[in-house]
């Protein structure tokens, strides 16, 4: 199973906590081959949400109706509800949209944070998984984004919208901050507030999750003194990109043209380099200047740490698949503010689930995880949600073998290096976004990287 087995504790608490017999695993679909049964009832019982009388929908079916709703982001609960049951033979009840929301109130989020606990981690994070590790250092990055949530009296008791040149935001926004597996994508743990509180406020909440043998990439807003020395602290390492203003000594210089540094209590190793994209139109040079913990200039050379860092937008790419293909670019469905974190915890459960699956696929035929298509896993599984069939009429299917078949049916090439504009190429606007004669089209790409020798331009 791609996910931490449950304890012994926890599989005697879950025996114990099986009131919704009415309900049998096989009416819930097959979700519960991803999370079974017992290991949702162990999180309801940890959390004090096991209802205390046997209702219409008990709390197990609502745990499962939430991560049903991740994978349905068009549709309402009411919606969800009728895929979830659509096969099951046996007449059913049939929850009003009050009836539903009342019962999402009264598990709370606890269940599903209980989950993303329990789920979330760096799979794959053994050595001899390629792809994942370089030198013994599991490479990780940290990044945060922004999720729009509903515009609602309830839900604007926390959660504001931002203000800005052209009027501001048009929905309460909150900031999601991960800590990511590069090599596979899964998370490792992940944090959020509202927008008010910034990426390097929410880091330190992330520091639990950071262990020896870590090497934590990061961008421009996380090369705060007290981030670093944080992260340090923890016994990870850094590779961050700093900024180009900031004065830093020079206390020894190496041949590969990296120095040794201090930043407040710290001692860091500097790399500055020129990197050149070379495509069909010419020549772009950027200048970058990394910022390690990594001091031996030998084990560690500096061009490879430069062509390392690149692993970074692996975690942009995560964000993409929560929010465009998971979400659909849609806002949150919760109208308050508890649900909202009901919503998130519930999203994370799932997206880590559909990722842990890719990769168990992807090792199984020694691919790269890379070449696993999220798109293709994550519709295998909504398309799963419909095939709840009673447990007595028919054998169950395997779901996990499932998805990744049809991942392994259809990998993506190998990636190839190419160049994007970061640029709108669809505006709200029906106007051209940035005039009419903006470049939007990606290129192939030839990458050089120079390191500058040991001082900065």
Aim: proline share 6%; charged share 20%.
């Amino acid at each position: 199973m791609p996910f931490h087995p449950l304890t012994s504790d926890q599989s005697e608490t879950a025996a114990h906590h099986t009131t919704d017999d009415v309900y049998t695993p096989g009416h819930l679909g097959e979700l519960t081959r991803l999370i079974p049964t017992e290991m949702v009832d162990a999180a309801l019982h940890a959390t004090s949400t096991v209802q205390k009388r046997l209702r219409g929908i008990p709390s197990r079916v609502v745990v499962y109706l939430l991560l049903a709703a991740c994978l349905c982001p068009d549709i309402g609960y009411k919606g969800v509800w009728a895929k979830l049951m659509s096969r099951r033979r046996s007449p059913l009840p049939r929850p009003s949209a009050s009836g539903l929301s009342q019962a999402r109130r009264r598990i709370g989020s606890a269940p599903l944070e209980w989950l993303f606990n329990l789920l979330r981690g760096p799979e794959g994070a053994t050595p001899a998984r390629n792809g994942v590790w370089w030198k013994n250092h599991l490479i990780t990055a940290i990044d945060g984004t922004i999720l729009s949530v509903a515009d609602e009296p309830a839900v604007r008791t926390r959660y504001t919208k931002q203000a800005g040149n052209h009027g501001g935001t048009s929905y309460p926004q909150t900031r999601l901050l991960a800590l990511l597996t590069c090599g596979t994508r899964t998370i490792i743990d992940a944090v959020f507030a509202p927008t008010t509180t910034g990426e390097t406020t929410l880091t330190p909440g992330l520091f639990g999750s950071m262990k020896t043998g870590m090497l934590v990439l990061a961008d421009r807003n996380f090369d705060a003194t007290t981030i670093m020395t944080g992260i340090a602290a923890t016994g990870a390492d850094i590779l961050i990109r700093g900024k180009t203003r900031r004065r830093l000594p020079v206390l020894a210089r190496h041949r590969d043209g990296s120095y040794t540094s201090r930043i407040g209590a710290l001692t860091v190793r500097v790399i500055d380099a020129n990197v050149v994209i070379t495509t069909s139109t010419g020549r772009v040079r950027n200048h970058y200047r990394l910022i390690t913990a990594l001091l031996d200039a030998s084990h560690y050379p500096a061009h490879q740490l430069v062509d390392l860092y690149h692993q970074r937008w692996e975690i942009e790419t995560a964000f993409l698949e929560l929010k465009s293909s998971m979400l659909a670019g849609r806002v949150l469905r919760a109208r308050t503010a508890s649900g909202v974190a009901q919503e998130i915890y519930a999203l994370l459960v799932v997206y880590q689930l559909v990722r842990t699956t890719i990769s168990d696929a992807a090792y199984s035929q020694s691919l790269d995880p890379d070449r696993g298509s999220f798109t293709i896993a994550w519709q295998a599984a909504k398309d799963q949600v419909v095939l709840a069939t009673d447990a007595i009429d028919t054998a169950p299917v395997d779901l996990v073998g499932a998805i990744g078949a049809r991942v392994l049916a259809d990998p993506l090439p190998p990636r190839r290096l190419r160049v994007c504009p970061r640029i709108v190429k669809r505006a709200i606007s029906k106007y051209q976004a940035r005039g009419p004669v903006v470049d939007r089209s990606c290129r192939k790409a030839r990458l050089d990287i120079r390191v500058l020798d040991g001082a900065p331009p």
